[in-house]
C-alpha cells in the first residue's frame, strides 16, 4: 500500500513538473528574450581617462564636468556614477598603498554623502555617485574631482589608474529604442546628458605637500559600546591660502590598520567627524574628509576632529544582537595632508600638526 501510494506522489510530482516545464516552454516561445515588452529606457553617457602613477609623478588628477538639462530631453532620476580603479581586484592584499578622493570642485565636499568618502583606497571597490533630483525641470551643471596617489612609490613600471564616470537617466514617454533590437546592443545617448573632462584640472606629479599623522584604538563592549577620540588639528596661517578648494587641498585619510571582534555581528564600525559632518565605514574601509572647509582664508586654524569606534550600523543596516560578553577593537591611523596643485611653493609646509585633546 505504500510503495503504490509513494508511486502515485512520485506520478503527480512528474506531472506537475512537465506542467510547468510546458508552461515555461510556451511563455519562451510567445516572449523571446528580445521581444520582452520594454521599460521604460536607460540611456546615458560615460567617460573614462587611463593613466599610470609612478615614483616622479605618484599623483594624478582628473575632474569631469557634469550637465543635466532636461530641457532638452523628458528624462526622470538622472545619476551619476564617478570610480577610480586599479588593476587589482577588490581586498587584494598585493593592492599599492593608496589614497583617493572624489569631491566637488566648488565646496570640495564629498558625494553622495558631503562629509566624507568610503573605500578611499585602491581596494577593488572605489566608487561613488550622486542623484540629480533636483535637475529633472532646470539644467544643472557641475564639476567633480578625482584625486589618485601612490603613497610609497618605487621604481618600476608604476601603478595603472582608470578615472571612469557614467551618467544616466530614464526617458519619460516616446518609443523604447531597446523594442526591436537588431545587432548588438544599442547604446543610445541623449542631448541633455553630457559628460566631459576639464582639462583645467589635470595633473601628473608630485605637488607640494604637507603631511601629519597619529593613530589610536579602541575597545567597545555592548556596555560601552561607543568610544570618541578627539582630535585637533593646528594649521598656521602660512599653510591656509585665500582659496579653500581646489588647485589648494586639504583632506584627511583615516585607516584601520587591524580589526578584531569576537564574532561577526560584533564588527566594530568606525566614525570620521570633520567640518562636513560624519562619515562611517565597517572597520577596514578607509575613510576620505575634506579638513580645510574648517578654516578661515589666509588665517590659522584648529580643526577639530573625532575619530570613534562604534557597534552600532547605519540606519540601512540590521541592528546585530549582542551577546553580554561580545567585544571588538581596532588600530588606526589619521594622515592629514595639505596639497597645491597650482605649482606655487608656499612659503611654508612647517608648523602643521595633530593633537590628541582625550588622552
Same mark, same amino acid.
Request: with cysteine.
Given at each position: ?10 506520478l503527480?510530482?512528474?506531472?506537475g ?15 523571446p ?14 567617460w573614462?581617462?587611463d593613466?599610470?602613477?609612478t ?11 557634469v550637465?543635466?538639462?532636461?530641457t ?9 556614477d564617478?570610480v577610480?580603479r ?17 569631491f ?8 553622495p ?19 540629480f533630483?533636483?535637475?529633472?525641470t ?27 564616470s ?16 537588431s #545587432? ?7 542631448e541633455?546628458l553630457?559628460l ?18 597619529t593613530s ?5 563592549t555592548?556596555?560601552?559600546a ?10 598656521p596661517? #602660512?599653510?591656509v ?7 589648494v587641498?586639504?583632506?584627511?585619510l583615516?585607516?584601520?590598520d ?28 578607509a ?6 572647509a ?5 588665517a ?46 608656499p612659503?611654508?609646509?612647517?608648523g ?5 585633546v582625550?588622552?
Amino acid at each position: 500500500m505504500w510503495k503504490r501510494a509513494r508511486r502515485a506522489v512520485v506520478l503527480v510530482a512528474c506531472l506537475g513538473l512537465i506542467g510547468y516545464v510546458a508552461i515555461a516552454a510556451i511563455s519562451i516561445a510567445t516572449f523571446p528574450p528580445e521581444r520582452f515588452p520594454p521599460g521604460p529606457p536607460q540611456m546615458g553617457t560615460r567617460w573614462d581617462a587611463d593613466t599610470t602613477l609612478t615614483k616622479a609623478a605618484p599623483i594624478a588628477v582628473r575632474a569631469v564636468r557634469v550637465v543635466v538639462d532636461p530641457t532638452k530631453d523628458r528624462i526622470t532620476a538622472p545619476k551619476l556614477d564617478l570610480v577610480v580603479r586599479g588593476a587589482t581586484g577588490p581586498d587584494d592584499p598585493r593592492a599599492p598603498a593608496s589614497w583617493l578622493s572624489i569631491f566637488d570642485a566648488t565646496t570640495s565636499s564629498s558625494t553622495p554623502n558631503p562629509a566624507g568618502t568610503g573605500h578611499a583606497t585602491l581596494d577593488g571597490w572605489t566608487g561613488s555617485g550622486r542623484t540629480f533630483d533636483d535637475c529633472e525641470t532646470t539644467r544643472c551643471a557641475a564639476t567633480y574631482v578625482l584625486v589618485a596617489r601612490w603613497l610609497a612609490p618605487v621604481d618600476g613600471p608604476g601603478v595603472a589608474v582608470r578615472f571612469s564616470s557614467s551618467l544616466s537617466a530614464t526617458v519619460i514617454g516616446g518609443d523604447s529604442p531597446w523594442t526591436e533590437p537588431s #545587432g548588438p546592443t544599442p547604446t543610445p545617448r541623449l542631448e541633455g546628458l553630457a559628460l566631459e573632462e576639464d582639462l583645467a584640472f589635470r595633473f601628473d606629479g608630485a605637488p607640494a605637500r604637507r603631511t601629519v599623522e597619529t593613530s589610536g584604538s579602541f575597545r567597545i563592549t555592548p556596555a560601552a559600546a561607543r568610544v570618541d577620540q578627539h582630535l585637533v588639528l593646528h594649521v598656521p596661517a #602660512g599653510l591656509v591660502d585665500s582659496r579653500l578648494h581646489y588647485p589648494v587641498l586639504g583632506r584627511a585619510l583615516l585607516t584601520v590598520d587591524r580589526a578584531e571582534s569576537s564574532a561577526r555581528p560584533a564588527a566594530p564600525w568606525v566614525e570620521i567627524t570633520g567640518p562636513h559632518g560624519t562619515a562611517r565605514a565597517l572597520a577596514g574601509i578607509a575613510l576620505d574628509i575634506d579638513w580645510l572647509a574648517g578654516c578661515e582664508p589666509a588665517a590659522p586654524c584648529d580643526v577639530p576632529i573625532t575619530v570613534s569606534g562604534v557597534f552600532a550600523p547605519p540606519p540601512s543596516y540590521p541592528v546585530p544582537t549582542l551577546a553580554p560578553d561580545a567585544w571588538a577593537e581596532a588600530d588606526w591611523t589619521l594622515t592629514a595632508a595639505l596639497e597645491r596643485f597650482d605649482g606655487e611653493a608656499p612659503r611654508s609646509l612647517d608648523g602643521m600638526w595633530l593633537e590628541r585633546v582625550d588622552r
